[in-house]
């Protein structure tokens, strides 16, 4: 299983990107994804989950409201589509699969990890 994450950059505060992220070697629909996050001297942190059928999802508190998750297991693909981005999101956002079914909040459940993809937000 291969995860290939895109759609990271520069944005100023209050802006919008789109994560994508292609999976490749299963079938998609085999996993729970997830976005997880890496900022800088920090620990990697849960974003969002979806799960296997699109039909749950899950945020971080800190980006409910301002991010969503989905996916489309036709194309193997999974999104974050994020807006009103803030300066604190800054950080290394990373796509992961988790073959269980709990659609779980804990980088240590999941099985693949993409590269990740950088988001820098200015103030």
């Known amino acids: 299983v291969q995860l290939q994450a895109s759609g990271g950059g520069l944005v100023q505060a209050g802006g919008c990107l789109r994560l994508?992220?292609?999976?490749?070697?299963?079938?998609?629909?085999?996993?729970?994804m997830g976005w997880l996050r890496q900022a800088p001297g920090k620990e990697r942190e849960f974003v969002a989950v979806?799960?296997?059928?699109?039909?749950?999802?899950y945020y971080a508190e800190s980006v409910k409201g301002r991010f969503t998750i989905s996916r489309d297991n036709d194309k193997n693909m999974v999104y974050l589509q994020m807006s009103n981005l803030r300066p604190e999101d800054t950080a290394v956002f990373y796509c992961?699969?988790?073959?269980?079914?709990?659609?779980?909040?804990?980088?240590?459940?999941?099985?693949?990890w993409g590269q990740g993809t950088l988001v820098t937000v200015s103030s």
């Open positions: 994508s992220c292609k999976l490749s070697g299963r079938a998609l629909r085999d996993y729970a």
């Open positions: 992961a699969a988790d073959s269980g079914f709990t659609a779980s909040a804990k980088p240590q459940d999941y099985d693949y």
């Open positions: 979806v799960s296997w059928s699109g039909d749950a999802t």
